[in-house]
């Protein structure tokens, strides 16, 4: 969105098909627009990705925690032994 905001307010074109020129205060911004308007495709891979990683995390979280709390309620102490107590 901000790229297409700042090519319609200068005059340019962005599209995904190729890089148009763009100049901005004497510098062509084009191939910079074209990559921030192709990135925004990213999102559709990168988003729902992101959303299964965190629901797979989440499961294995739950999981995780109903194992400690009956290992806990049963009286097994934790795999990881504490310090030694030291005076």
């Known amino acids: 969105m901000t790229c297409a ?6 005059g340019c ?6 890089v148009h020129p763009c100049i901005i205060n004497g510098k062509d ?3 910079l627009l074209y990559t921030l308007g192709v990135l925004g495709w990213l999102m559709l ?4 990705g992101g959303l299964f990683a965190f629901v797979i995390w989440l ?4 999981l995780h925690r109903v194992s400690w709390r009956k ?4 009286g097994v102490p934790p795999p990881i ?6 005076a």
């Open 81 to 86: 032994p504490p310090p030694p107590a030291t």
């Open 45 to 48: 891979v990168t988003i729902p």
């Open 71 to 74: 290992r806990f309620a049963a």
């Open 29 to 31: 911004y084009g191939h």
């Open 5 to 10: 905001w700042i090519a319609n307010s200068h």
């Open 59 to 62: 499961i294995v979280l739950i």
């Open 13 to 18: 074109k962005v599209d995904e098909g190729s």
